[in-house]
């Protein structure tokens, strides 16, 4: 069965995924593009909306971690670990060397689980493409590398000062010279398809050379129906080959009757195309206005992951994306009926990539793939709370049918928000939620909601604690009072501990819910000029540099389902020194 986890891709790889057992490995990682990305919500009726939920910084810093996967990549790998060490010399304990580090570790273990036959294509664009290259070298060996993929991805990129970056690049590896290979094909050009004629059958052909450089050779330097080639050169076909040839017709002659040396007819009708090289130009972006874009920062397009598993796969085989984002390798490894295993450390991630897959082969989907990692009760969410709080925020909100904010406290004691609509009131409501965790929540949490939902007017103000409130705070939640039409009153405040989280309908609003939507390109572009901006290239998700999971089984549970979110992209932010 397909698997999905939701932690680690470290910790994941190293406890779950045996040794030689996957057939092809996608990669799209961050670039340490020093770039900060951010997803924007909102809704049909209500517009854009200001929730951002914060997706992943790609950028990087020396500290305890990357040391640590210093001396893990030197413990665990000779080439790799002193290949580092090198590096360290040269960019000691920079942000390229804390990004380097945190590569290294984890392409070991993806050198590891794939299997003999396997290959590795790793996405990256030219700020470290050129290090990475030498790591996976040092990792897979120099006679593994295969091809360096460019792929343009956009026609224009302007950029104050130096050429448009309007391409990445796929470095190719495979982990022995026995690897599954399928030739991939592409429509011939114009200038390509003048070169063919018609015959006197009607169908077109062009000629090619029968002769092969024998400089160095005797292979086939022999005399045939009266042609024996140039010294320096000799047939490319055998004898037999030849008079086959010669029996069907395809070799065009001189006037004297014998054979053209570039006398054999190819016939266009019965080529593929022409087989594809390393520079893809034919595969455009996701487009701002393209019905497949999620929204996803640094989404791939379809078609190129689609491209990439036929060309090293076959039905059945096992597709691997540790990085996996918005799952566009997950949707094609599923169209293309390939088994897949994805990871990611976010739970946006996996929220995106788990409506993606219904939206794309239906709701029965789901149960084709085991999902890891994702709170199941009460003590799981205990314990993702205490691994990564930001992450437990995220789903707790998701969980309550709300929008992430950005990063914890950056918004005045606001972790998410609620939208929807009461019946018969055109204007959004809204209501605020704060999660808050430890054994020290009290009234003062109470005190402190009640000052958000006044300060930012919105209608209900909901507090997730991880443990049961104190008859204080009830009493206080309580004194608020109670908001809504007189067939739907709801309290004002309400508090929700984790084990409601798992109940139906934890949170009671006084109307109709309006679930929150992509915002099309229309209201983009209403958007003041630092308000939005599409975002290309780049990879697809955060590289996890702390926290350890194990993952449990699946099991069935009376958490409720999470309302679908579709997602926008802000703007990033550069970060600099």
Same mark, same amino acid.
């Given at each position: 069965m397909n698997k999905l986890f939701f932690g680690d891709n470290l910790a994941v790889l190293r406890e779950t995924i045996p040794s030689d057992s996957v057939d092809l490995i996608y990669l799209d990682p961050?670039?340490?593009?020093?770039?900060?990305?951010n997803i924007l919500y909102g809704t049909r009726r209500a517009g854009p909306s200001e929730s951002q939920s914060h997706t992943f910084d790609d950028m990087w810093r020396w500290g305890p971690a990357p040391q640590r996967a210093l001396n893990e990549t030197a413990d665990r790998h000779l080439q790799a670990g002193a290949l580092l060490d090198s590096f360290q010399?040269?960019?000691?304990?920079?942000?390229?060397?804390?990004?380097?580090?945190?590569?290294?570790?984890?392409?070991?273990?993806?050198?590891r689980v794939l299997k003999p036959t396997g290959s590795l294509y790793l996405h990256c664009d030219p700020t470290a493409s050129h290090y990475l290259k030498i790591l996976l070298d040092a990792i897979f060996g120099p006679e593994r590398f295969l091809n360096e993929i460019t792929w343009k991805r956009t026609s224009s990129h302007n950029t104050a000062k130096r050429y448009g970056n309007v391409a990445d690049h796929l470095l190719f590896?495979?982990?022995?010279?026995?690897?599954?290979?399928?030739?991939?094909?592409?429509?011939?050009?114009?200038?390509?398809?003048?070169?063919?004629?018609?015959?006197?059958?009607?169908?077109?052909?062009?000629?090619?050379?029968?002769?092969?450089d024998r400089a160095n050779s005797n292979s086939g330097k022999f005399e045939w129906r009266g042609v024996t080639p140039p010294p320096t050169r000799g047939w490319g076909y055998t004898l037999g080959q030849l008079e086959k040839w010669w029996a069907e017709g395809r070799i065009l002659t001189r006037k004297d009757g014998a054979p053209r040396m570039d006398?054999?007819?190819?016939y266009l009708?019965?080529?593929?195309?022409?087989?594809?090289?390393?520079?893809?130009?034919?595969?455009?972006?996701?487009?701002?206005?393209?019905?497949?874009?999620?929204?996803?920062?640094?989404?791939?397009?379809?078609?190129?992951l689609e491209r990439v598993i036929n060309s090293s796969t076959n039905k059945g085989d096992i597709v691997l994306d540790p990085?996996?984002?918005?799952?566009?390798?997950?949707?094609?490894?599923?169209?293309?009926?390939?088994?897949?295993?994805?990871?990611?450390?976010?739970?946006?991630?996996?929220?995106?990539?788990?409506?993606?897959?219904?939206?794309?082969?239906?709701?029965?989907?789901?149960q084709t793939y085991q999902l890891f990692g994702r709170p199941e009760d009460a003590s799981d969410a205990r314990a993702l709370a205490a691994r990564d709080w930001?992450?437990?925020?995220?789903? %707790?909100?998701? #969980?309550?049918?709300?929008?992430?904010? +950005?990063? =914890?406290? !950056?918004? *005045?004691?606001?972790?998410?928000?609620? $939208?929807?609509h009461r019946v018969g009131i055109e204007q959004p409501n809204r209501a605020v939620v704060s999660v808050k965790g430890g054994v020290h929540v009290g009234v003062d949490a109470i005190h402190k909601l009640k000052s958000v939902v006044q300060r930012e007017k919105a209608e209900l103000g909901v507090l997730v604690c991880l443990d049961p409130p104190t008859p204080a705070m009830i009493a206080e939640a309580a004194s608020e009072g109670e908001v809504g039409p007189r067939s739907r009153r709801v309290s004002k405040i309400q508090i929700i501990n984790v084990d409601m989280l798992?109940? %139906?309908?934890? #949170?009671?609003?006084?109307?109709?819910? +309006?679930? =929150?939507? !992509?915002? *099309?390109?229309?209201?983009?572009?209403? $958007?003041?000029?630092?308000?939005?901006?599409r975002v290309e290239g780049q990879g697809e998700l955060l590289l996890p540099i702390t926290g350890t999971q194990t993952p449990k089984p699946a099991k069935r549970s009376a958490n409720r389902s999470i309302r679908p979110v579709e997602i926008e992209v802000t703007r990033p932010r550069l970060r600099t020194k």
């Open positions: 961050p670039f340490n593009s020093n770039v900060e990305y010399r040269v960019f000691p304990k920079s942000d390229m060397m804390a990004y380097l580090a945190m590569m290294a570790v984890r392409l070991i273990e993806l050198h590896y495979s982990k022995t010279e026995n690897y599954t290979w399928n030739p991939q094909y592409v429509p011939f050009s114009a200038e390509q398809l003048a070169r063919y004629k018609k015959g006197d059958d009607g169908r077109l052909y062009k000629a090619e050379n029968l002769t092969a006398g054999l007819k190819v009708d019965e080529l593929r195309g022409q087989p594809l090289q390393s520079i893809w130009t034919d595969i455009e972006r996701v487009g701002n206005t393209s019905r497949e874009r999620i929204g996803y920062p640094t989404q791939k397009p379809l078609v190129l990085f996996c984002g918005c799952g566009t390798a997950i949707e094609a490894a599923e169209k293309l009926e390939r088994k897949w295993v994805g990871i990611d450390v976010t739970y946006l991630a996996i929220h995106v990539i788990e409506g993606r897959l219904e939206k794309a082969f239906g709701p029965l989907v789901r930001l992450e437990f925020q995220k789903w %707790a909100v998701m #969980v309550l049918g709300g929008l992430p904010k +950005d990063k =914890p406290g !950056a918004d *005045g004691g606001i972790d998410g928000i609620i $939208r929807y798992f109940t %139906a309908d934890p #949170v009671r609003l006084p109307g109709m819910l +309006d679930p =929150p939507e !992509a915002v *099309g390109s229309s209201m983009v572009r209403k $958007r003041s000029k630092g308000g939005r901006k």
